[in-house]
């Protein structure tokens, strides 16, 4: 600062405030390294450029040959769902799952361990204030560091492999397999390939058919909603795009996965076979446009 | 031509001193792969930073489709990798730079840390460079939730869940991330805005300092 100390030069640039530089400070000068220095522009950066060009045609090389996974839609009442971050999460997530570190001990897991270990690497040139650099002379900083390499590389090992362990105990197929499957089966039918879309669009039909009154009565309003829009279940909105009149009758009859066979339910509030006939008619009506 | 332009832009604004000193700086042989095998540890800063400007670039094509809403996130990804031109590139590239620039950064730590050059008179960017690593990591937890398949969701839902034990501070942190009671609609234009604007500005932000400081103080000698 201009007002500084005494013998501090201040020189100024034009009628500015700002002051000149006397000399660049910290400047460190190569010619005191024996040995072949050069320019950055072009001479270097030219080879640094071929070590860039292996690494981009190595990334575009995966990037082509493996399609970035991708897969349903996000469904929060999905209990089955194994959640798992990404992989450099990993090993905090498996630590979580140790007792020391989960439970009445979540603390140790959440915080302190995390805390020690990057409060530690955020500080290390202020606790490591040697002016050794080579690391084979630092052995407390090299162990310490190698140590925690070889913890988070276990951890990350070790998670991945519970969560294929998982996948195969529960038979669980991940759904952006699933999802890339199934897509390819419908591309070959010609069928749309792409996830439908809950009631994209498409209308009640026939909304004043008196198979509406029995889809009420039936109490299928309770799951798949008042405007057949879905809620607990899925949406019927469209439902004859997918299936024929025979295989609805066999899903209200025998259920279907978490859909209860309705035949008896329905008896009993008083819908005929004829009426859940018509029910089943009407629904197979429901298709887009 | 071009000459001349840049003579006539040189006259008023006495430019070429600018890129001069990054174009002229030496660089020492201890660093330079050519001379050195070895040194090719030294590329890997340089390496982060060309996968970061992919992700920007690649994240800027994805924004062009992307929909950050809880009904259409899901169905704009989709529409994005089947059926626009490339799309499935544009997002592979985002996809896996965004683990690819983990591991270079990652690299590129080690080899500070064991060149020892985060010693004086390194400190600070060295505190920056750890900056920069959370600011990642942050950028990989908030792009996650982005497709809004149940991956991203359950993934989201367990982040918080663990910010939620932090003592004192962690209701109020999940409170504030989510932006509501849940991971909902609100979680993803959260999401959104500290994927696609906060992050990355502190990001450049602090990548301005790391290089400033870098410049400044030159290349750690050879050990
Ligand atoms: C987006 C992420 C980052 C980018 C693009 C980046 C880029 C760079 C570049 C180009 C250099 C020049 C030397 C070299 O290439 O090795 C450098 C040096 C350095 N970086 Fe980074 N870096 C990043 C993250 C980090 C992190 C996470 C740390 C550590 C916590 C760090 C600490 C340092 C330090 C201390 C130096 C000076 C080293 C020396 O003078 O030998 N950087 N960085």
Redesign the pocket.
């Known amino acids: 600062m201009a007002h500084g100390s005494k013998d501090e030069k201040v020189v100024y640039v034009g009628d500015s405030r700002v002051k000149k530089k006397s000399s660049q400070p910290l400047q460190p000068d190569y010619s005191s390294y024996p040995g072949k220095s050069e320019a950055f522009i072009p001479n270097f950066l030219l080879k640094e450029w071929m070590v860039g060009a292996v690494v981009l045609v190595g990334f575009l090389v995966l990037t082509i040959s493996e399609a970035p996974p991708l897969g349903y839609p996000a469904d929060p009442n999905n209990a089955a769902f194994i959640p798992i971050p990404d992989w450099y999460f990993l090993f905090l997530y498996q630590l979580l799952k140790y007792p020391y570190a989960a439970g009445d001990y979540v603390l140790i897991g959440t915080v302190l361990i995390p805390g020690i270990a990057f409060g530690g690497?955020m500080l290390a040139p202020f606790l490591d204030t040697g002016n050794e650099r080579r690391f084979y002379k630092r052995p407390i900083a090299t162990s310490l560091m190698l140590v925690s390499l070889a913890a988070c590389v276990y951890l990350t090992v070790v998670s991945w492999d519970q969560y294929q362990h998982e996948l195969e105990v529960q038979k669980i197929e991940p759904e952006h397999h699933k999802r890339v499957r199934e897509a390819e089966k419908n591309a070959l039918a010609g069928k749309p390939y792409n996830h439908p879309k809950p009631n994209d669009s498409v209308a009640l039909v026939a909304a004043d058919d008196p198979a509406m009154e029995t889809y009420k009565k039936a109490t299928c309003i309770a799951c798949h909603g008042g405007e057949l829009e879905g809620g607990g279940a899925p949406a019927l909105l469209g439902v004859g795009d997918r299936l024929s009149k025979e295989e609805i009758l066999t899903v209200i009859k025998d259920g279907r996965g978490a859909m209860p066979a309705m035949l008896d339910t329905a008896t009993k509030a008083g819908v005929t076979e004829e009426e859940l006939d018509k029910l089943a008619d009407w629904l197979a009506k429901q298709k887009k446009e | 031509m071009f000459k001349g332009v840049y003579n006539w832009i040189d006259e008023r604004l006495d430019i070429t001193p600018i890129w001069r000193d990054v174009a002229d700086h030496e660089v020492p042989e201890h660093?330079n792969p050519a001379h050195h095998f070895s040194a090719f540890?030294?590329?890997?800063?340089?390496l982060?930073?060309f996968i970061?400007v992919i992700q920007i670039l690649s994240g800027m094509f994805l924004t062009m489709s992307y929909v950050p809403d809880i009904q259409n996130a899901y169905y704009s990804v989709e529409y994005l990798q089947q059926r626009v031109a490339f799309g499935g590139i544009v997002r592979g590239m985002h996809h896996w730079g965004a683990s690819l620039?983990i591991v270079m950064?990652f690299l590129?730590?080690l080899?500070?840390?064991f060149?020892g050059?985060?010693k004086a008179p390194?400190e600070m960017?060295?505190?920056?460079?750890?900056l920069?690593?959370f600011v990642?990591l942050g950028l990989g937890f908030t792009g996650y939730l982005l497709p809004w398949d149940n991956k991203a969701y359950f993934a989201t839902k367990v982040g918080m869940e663990i910010a939620d034990t932090v003592p004192y501070i962690g209701p109020y942190l999940k409170e504030l991330m989510q932006g509501g009671e849940i991971v909902g609609a609100q979680t993803l234009t959260r999401f959104f805005a500290i994927h696609v604007f906060f992050l990355p500005a502190a990001?450049l932000g602090l990548?301005g300092a790391?290089?400033f400081?870098?410049r400044r103080?030159?290349?750690?000698g050879p050990l």
Do not use: D, K
Request: glycine content about 10%; overall charge positive.
């Open positions: 690497l | 660093v540890v030294y590329c890997f800063g340089g982060t930073f970061t620039v950064m590129h730590t080899r500070v840390f060149t050059s985060y390194r960017n060295w505190v920056v460079g750890m920069i690593f990642m990001l990548l790391h290089f400081m870098i103080q030159g290349i750690s």
